[in-house]
């Protein structure tokens, strides 16, 4: 595949979407955690996204895994903002659900793609 933007690359759209889902999501949570839960989830998915063309853009290896990792972070801490609600039973299930398997979509190909930039960087050296 010819990468041409950060829109060509599978994990930016993969993240797009997830951002879709947790606001769908969100909607439904009460509104007392319109300042807490929902405006967290909201920032910490955007970050994803966002991370990914800041470092894209940035057109070196070495920030586009700095930004990478901070992206994966960003996913991380949606991880966590995702259990949370699990645990005081906010939201729909079934929304829920889709933006856990997006979620652990997107965690695993930011780790594929650090892991090739990584290798990129500095190849393993043979014997």
Known sequence: MNVKSYKDLIVWQKSVALADAVYLFTKDLPSNEQFGLISQMRRAVVSISSNIAEG?????????LHFLSIAF???AE?????LLCNHQSYGDIAKQKIADALLIEVMKL???FR???RNR???ISSP
């Open 56 to 64: 894209y853009e940035r057109r070196s290896s070495r920030e586009l």
């Open 73 to 75: 972070g960003s996913a």
């Open 78 to 82: 949606l991880e966590v903002q995702l």
């Open 110 to 112: 930011l780790n594929a």
């Open 115 to 117: 892991r090739s930039i």
């Open 121 to 123: 960087i500095s190849p």
